[in-house]
């Protein structure tokens, strides 16, 4: 099945505006686990993607890489995940602040990566 261009460029958006209206909408077990199933597939489209894209030499290993390679491409999605409960079931700063500071890490990192892996490395 082949989809259009603008369709699957955006799936994964979709996938997590419904896991974020999924999260508003209840509390009970069902509705929960639908919106971590919605946020998890966004998360692996995103991850697959950005694999199959990258136009840097990923087979070299970095000697200062010390997380396994599923555990860091995943990384700030788990941060997100995190920030995004800690906002919903708390009211104190500290915690507020906590949740802040792991989507601001979470967006660095992305963005670092995208910047990355969207260039080839340059000889100098």
């Not at 697959?48 to 000697?63: E, G, I, P, W, Y």
């Not at 997100?80 to 906002?87: E, G, H, L, P, Q």
């Not at 500071?101 to 969207?118: I, P, Q």
């Amino acid at each position: 099945m082949i989809l259009p261009k603008v369709i699957y460029e955006n799936l994964p958006y979709v996938y997590f505006i419904l896991s974020g209206y999924l999260l508003n909408i209840g509390d009970i077990w069902p509705i929960l686990f639908s919106a971590a199933l919605f946020y998890g597939a966004a998360s692996i489209t995103f991850v697959v993607r950005s694999a199959n894209r990258r136009l840097d030499n990923h087979q070299t290993k970095l000697a200062n890489q010390y997380l396994p390679e599923v555990i860091y491409e995943y990384l700030p999605y788990v941060f997100v995940a995190v920030a995004v409960f800690i906002f919903s079931n708390t009211t104190k700063a500290t915690f507020q602040f906590i949740a802040f500071t792991l989507v601001t890490v979470a967006l660095r990192n992305l963005l670092c990566r995208h910047n990355n892996r969207s260039r080839k490395p340059s000889k100098f």
